[in-house]
Each structure stands twice: as C-alpha cells, then as structure tokens.
Nanobody
C-alpha cells in the first residue's frame, strides 16, 4: 500500500525557515517523480517543486526559486523541502505527491499525480 506522510509544518515568522519531510512507503523512490504542492485558503492547489528520484532532476515554480530547495534521500525513502526566507504568502497546506510518469521537466500538475499525502500546515506570520 502506497503511503506518503508529510511532517515539519508549523508557525514561523517572516524570513524564517522550515524543512518539510515526505516519507514514502509501499514503494521505493527509484524512478518516481515526487512533487510538493500547496493550497492557500480560498485558492486552488498549485504545484511548487518536483524532483525525479533516479537522477535528481528538479523543477521549481518561479515563486519558489532561490528560496526553496527540494532534495531526496533514496535510502530513507524521504523527500525534503527546505524553505528559507518565508513570506506570509507562503502560508498554505503543503502536500507531497508521487507518481512514476512525470519527469519534472515542467511545473507539477495535480492530475499527473496519483499518490498523495494528507498535508501539513505552514503558517508564516509575525
């Protein structure tokens, strides 16, 4: 049974940092695309970043470039999202998602991913 579990969310002040984790079980990370999406209150879910686990290829939305870093530890079946210089507009529920078909050549799209975690809340506020 495929399962993704996110953790690491919380309340942080503007300019602060958080590291989200996505632990995957039920399959090994080889040859999968793992993506981070986020959904702010009243807004649609949007793709943020993607990593293709076999070769480490990554993709970032423009709003995240230079501030967020996606990485993976294949041995631990875990993907991370290091978030620095956080802004109030980064406040959202963050989801990780997995699927073997995307290649992380472009912005991740929700309907391309079949396996989802339950989400973790990130709140950026003073």
């Amino acid at each position: 049974q495929v399962q993704l579990v996110e953790s690491g969310g919380g309340l942080v002040q503007p300019g602060g940092s958080l590291r989200l984790s996505c632990v995957v079980s039920g399959f090994t990370l080889d040859y999968y695309a793992i993506a981070w999406f986020r959904q702010a209150p009243g807004k649609e879910r949007e793709g943020g970043s993607c990593i293709y686990t076999s070769n480490g290829k990554t993709y970032y939305a423009d709003s995240l470039k230079g501030r967020f870093t996606i990485s993976r530890d294949n041995a631990e079946n875990t993907v991370y999202l290091q978030m620095n210089s956080l802004k109030p507009e980064d406040t959202a529920v963050y989801y990780c998602a997995a699927d073997p078909w995307p290649t992380c050549d472009s912005l991740p799209i929700s309907y391309d991913y079949n396996y989802w975690g339950q989400g973790t809340q990130v709140t950026v506020s003073s």
